[in-house]
């Protein structure tokens, strides 16, 4: 009786504690294009990372290209590595990394390849 009532809170607890991460208004578990690409973005004098995914979208505002969790809010991550980890559950892999100098600094673009699943 004690495991049957152990696997439903189990249960319950995974389907409310799951987060829908999103980019847009799309689910990252629904996309499904061959090549992606991620941007770390970083604020001044702060430590808080977070990401910007293109996987083709049109983009209208800067802030849509943000990686989401289900309430709409960016979501922070230790790094651009972190996030690509975690695209691991969404079937993509490092593919390429490449670097853009620009008057105001650097930025690191990670291409990332869908896995045959």
Request: glycine fraction near 8%; include cysteine; charge should be positive.
């Amino acid at each position: 009786m004690k495991k049957m009532i152990f696997l439903m809170a189990m249960a319950i607890g995974m389907t409310f504690g799951v987060k829908a991460q999103t980019v847009g208004d799309q689910k990252l578990s629904e996309i499904k294009s061959p090549y992606i690409e991620l941007r770390e973005v970083g604020k001044f004098l702060s430590n808080k990372r977070w990401v910007k995914l293109d996987y083709g979208q049109k983009i209208n505002q800067e802030e849509e290209a943000y990686i989401k969790d289900d309430k709409g809010k960016e979501l922070e991550f230790n790094s651009v590595l972190d996030c690509v980890n975690q695209m691991k559950n969404y079937g993509y892999e490092l593919f390429q990394v490449y670097v853009i100098v620009g008057e105001y600094g650097s930025y690191k673009y990670y291409v990332l390849k869908r896995t045959a699943n």
